[in-house]
């Protein structure tokens, strides 16, 4: 019987047989690297050591290797080592990722050339928003969101887009989870977007780390499901169009994305007040 079969075999046998097959290594190369994902800091190599409970010899092979494939860097202010965006590449060139993106870049750039505003891309990482796609504003002046930048979903504009639109069970679910590691005014002044989100069909409100911007944001679905969040880093500023008419051009650019990607047009475009 070749490995094939077994592990066929396993996976009948129930979750219980998963745990038989193990890889001391790699556990350890994949808990580092959750380590630094979590903390969202720098860690020296004997602080690594203490969070995992591991003595410096036993991981120091295992952060070189990581470091020479490129997960891993020193860290560019401070001590440590922090990740590098290697894994972000590569879960980036997931087929899902790449459809959503080859639908809305262009989509992206016309709204960017027409209401001549920044816009970016996020989609859900657990309980954090991850921004996979941005186009910068045309001309010399402009605000962008970072690809790569990370936000929780209770302080985020596009982690209000992302669930408000959300089906019924899956919000119940991510609300129990959100619920449990947020404050209870925090989780009140994001029920309260929530509200407005879901009798607007999008997302209005001033920015919480930029004074000047107010973000404007929609939801882009497929297979009726949200599964991103268009947004855009509203300025006003000399030849931009008003925040009523980028909020309308905002909507009608998740619309043919949604249906270039099969999804239902569930979010209408309303007047904007």
């Not at 047989?17 to 994902?37: F, I, S």
């Not at 003595?55 to 860097?73: D, I, T």
């Not at 936000?151 to 959300?166: E, M, R």
């Amino acid at each position: 019987m070749n490995m094939h079969q077994n592990l066929r075999d396993d996976d009948k046998e129930g979750e219980t047989t998963v745990l038989k097959y193990r890889a001391p290594a790699l556990e350890k190369g994949l808990d580092v690297l959750e380590l630094l994902a979590a903390h969202k800091r720098p860690l020296t190599l004997s602080q690594i050591s203490a969070h995992l409970d591991r003595s410096v010899s036993e991981l120091f092979r295992m952060v070189q290797v990581l470091e020479n494939r490129g997960y891993v860097a020193p860290a560019l202010r401070g001590d440590g080592l922090e990740l590098t965006n290697k894994l972000f590449s590569l879960g980036m060139s997931r087929g899902p990722s790449q459809n959503l993106l080859a639908s809305a870049m262009p989509i992206m750039q016309a709204l960017s050339e027409s209401t001549r505003q920044s816009c970016h891309i996020a989609i859900a990482s657990d309980n954090q928003i991850v921004v996979i796609a941005r186009v910068e504003a045309p001309g010399d002046l402009g605000f962008s969101v970072r690809v790569g930048h990370q936000a929780p979903v209770v302080k985020s504009t596009s982690g209000i887009t992302l669930f408000s639109f959300q089906p019924h069970k899956m919000k119940e679910a991510w609300r129990a989870e959100l619920m449990a590691e947020t404050p209870p005014e925090t989780w009140r002044t994001f029920d309260e977007l929530c509200q407005f989100a879901q009798k607007n069909n999008y997302v209005q409100r001033r920015s919480d780390f930029t004074d000047g911007i107010t973000d404007i944001s929609c939801p882009i679905f497929s297979d009726g499901t949200v599964i991103a969040a268009l947004t855009i880093p509203y300025i006003r500023s000399l030849g931009s169009e008003s925040l009523e008419d980028a909020t309308r051009k905002l909507q009608t650019a998740v619309q043919t994305i949604s249906k270039s990607l099969g999804g239902v047009d569930t979010v209408e475009r309303i007047p904007i007040r």
